[in-house]
């Protein structure tokens, strides 16, 4: 898996305070992307992990490959350890 495209995004919280990080292509195989995935930071700091769509999160994954999504996603988009914190 690679992460490619990555940009980071720039816009207020919602009211719900969610953040969106930042957005991008997800290199599953040489024969599979998965374009525009975004990565979210909750009010309580934890960071998640949305496919594309706009009404549903429509990618699925188990907690492990989720974590290592969410954490090269943060790497890609230059965000680190210091940064990560709400």
Known sequence: MKIR???RVH???S???FSTLGKFNLQVTDDVTICDCS???APDGHVLLYGPGR???TLSVSPGHRRS???M???ALGIFDDQRAA
Do not use: K, T
Request: net charge positive; hydrophobic share 45%; aromatic share 0%.
């Open 5 to 7: 495209s990555a940009r």
């Open 11 to 13: 816009q207020a919280p």
């Open 15 to 17: 009211p719900r305070g």
């Open 39 to 41: 990565l979210v930071r």
């Open 55 to 57: 009404d549903a999160n």
């Open 69 to 71: 999504i969410v954490e």
């Open 73 to 75: 996603a943060l790497s």
